[in-house]
């Protein structure tokens, strides 16, 4: 889970980079290759975090509608935060141990 938490803020990071820095330097900058070099890592890392979130759905056993969740918020801006906040709570420890 370590390993898909790290690609859903990378992947997360690299749309908000596309989204907010690359497309705005196209079009007022006259810098049309910002998008195609952010765009091509954005790609990379978005079949990486698909591919990693079938690996991390299979492994946790979770249902089919929580990984489509997951994988919906692959391309919803600031989608990873939450993503990564499922993966925190998910992973955390209960504390409900009981005490002899």
């Known amino acids: 889970m370590k ?9 997360g ?6 989204l907010f820095i690359a497309m705005p330097l196209r ?27 079938v690996m991390a759905s299979h492994l946790s056993g979770w249902p089919v509608w929580k990984w489509l969740l997951v ?3 692959g391309v ?3 989608g990873f935060l939450y993503v990564d906040y499922l993966i925190r709570r998910e992973t955390a420890p209960t504390g ?5």
């Open 3 to 11: 390993f898909f938490r790290l690609i859903s803020v990378l992947e």
């Open 13 to 18: 990071l690299s749309l908000i980079t596309l």
């Open 27 to 53: 079009t007022y900058a006259d810098m049309p290759l910002a998008v195609t070099y952010v765009g091509w890592v954005h790609g990379i890392l978005f079949i990486v975090y698909g591919a990693a979130s």
């Open 71 to 73: 994988l919906f918020l």
């Open 76 to 78: 919803v801006p600031f």
């Open 96 to 100: 409900n141990a009981e005490t002899a």
